[in-house]
């Protein structure tokens, strides 16, 4: 299974947060993509564009966030974290 949640921020403070089960066999960077797409989605975001600190920080670490510089439309909150919390 590959679980990844991702939640919105605005002044520290949690606005939305969704968990997104995959069960597919797959690529890992596939799985990642699917999960983000499923997660705008639900969150009515357009997908964000990957930046090189956002690459490094999740090789590093499965976790990464997305500013506003990552999104091409304006958005309302601080960042949306992206986070894998279960893989095997």
Partial sequence: MFRVWGRIFQNN??????????????????????ALEQICDEFDL????WLDTNIKEFK??????FYADSFVEPI???YLDFYVIEED
């Fill in 60 to 65: 590093r670490i499965a976790r990464t966030r």
């Fill in 13 to 34: 403070k949690m606005l939305q947060s969704t968990t997104i089960e995959l069960n597919m066999d797959d690529t890992r960077t596939h799985k990642v993509f699917n």
């Fill in 76 to 78: 309302d909150f601080d």
């Fill in 46 to 49: 357009s997908n964000p564009i």
